[in-house]
């Protein structure tokens, strides 16, 4: 029913813009894996964005751009999404759903592992980004969180997607490298200093998940 539930908020309250279902469409005709944020999500990527003003936003995890076309939506004409993208197939579709929207002036996607990319946009940004969204391998989680707080403008938020899976973060036995990613990640954020932390599970259309949220004092 969470699927049918996800479907009736997204109808009544998401109105997903034609752009995005443009942008999952050819996503998915270019079989990219369908693992981008769920329409509700994605609206709320806009919704934060907006609450802090954002001109400048890094997304770590582009994929064919969905989750980065709700966060260019809420940027000014002037506004900047940079976004790194290990898969040149991804970027590509990428580039091509964002030229579609119209929204690729103020898009630069950066192909490459993302924590080879991340010293290059810190010498180049410094601590500027009002919002930064990590969403690429889970593995990395720990270390795009540190990232993230260098690169935070204090009065910025870090959202981390993925944080729940399933609830197989509750189930030592797995050892997967992914999930030992996210649970140190969690164990981390609510220890650091000036940040206000908290994750919220979610259920839907992109089954049982989490993002975190924190808040740069
Ligand atoms: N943010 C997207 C979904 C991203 S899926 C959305 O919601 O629309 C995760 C993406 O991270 C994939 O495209 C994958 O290729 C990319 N990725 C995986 N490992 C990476 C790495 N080390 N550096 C940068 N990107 C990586
Ligand atoms: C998966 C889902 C995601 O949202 C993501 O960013 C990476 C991987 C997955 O289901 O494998
Ligand atoms: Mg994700």
Redesign the pocket.
């Known amino acids: 029913m969470t699927v049918e539930v996800d479907a009736y908020l997204s109808k009544w309250l998401v109105q997903e813009p034609q752009a995005m279902s443009d942008a999952v469409k050819h996503s998915s005709e270019s079989e990219l894996p369908p693992?981008?944020?769920a329409p509700t999500q994605g609206k709320l990527l806009t919704i934060f964005a907006k609450l802090v003003q954002a001109k400048q936003i890094l997304?770590?995890?582009?994929?064919?751009?969905?989750?980065?076309l709700w966060l260019a939506e809420a940027l000014p004409e002037d506004g900047k999404l940079l976004t790194?993208?290990?898969?040149q197939k991804?970027a590509n579709v990428a580039l091509e759903n964002f030229k579609r929207a119209n929204q690729a002036h103020k898009v630069e996607i950066r192909v490459g592992?993302?924590?080879d990319l991340l010293p290059a946009v810190e010498n180049e940004f410094g601590r500027t980004f009002d919002l930064v969204f990590i969403?690429?391998?889970k593995q990395?989680m720990p270390e795009y969180f540190e990232w993230a707080l260098k690169l935070t403008r204090s009065g910025g938020l870090i959202i981390s997607d993925n944080v729940v899976r399933e609830g197989k973060i509750l189930d030592k036995e797995n050892t997967d490298p992914q999930l030992e990613g996210v649970r140190q990640f969690l164990q981390s954020a609510g220890k650091k200093q000036s940040t206000i932390s908290t994750a919220i599970q979610t259920i839907g259309s992109k089954g049982h998940d989490g993002f975190a949220v924190t808040y740069v004092q």
């Open positions: 693992i981008q944020v997304e770590i995890g582009t994929l064919g751009g969905y989750s980065g790194l993208e290990f898969a991804h592992a993302a924590l969403d690429a391998d990395s």
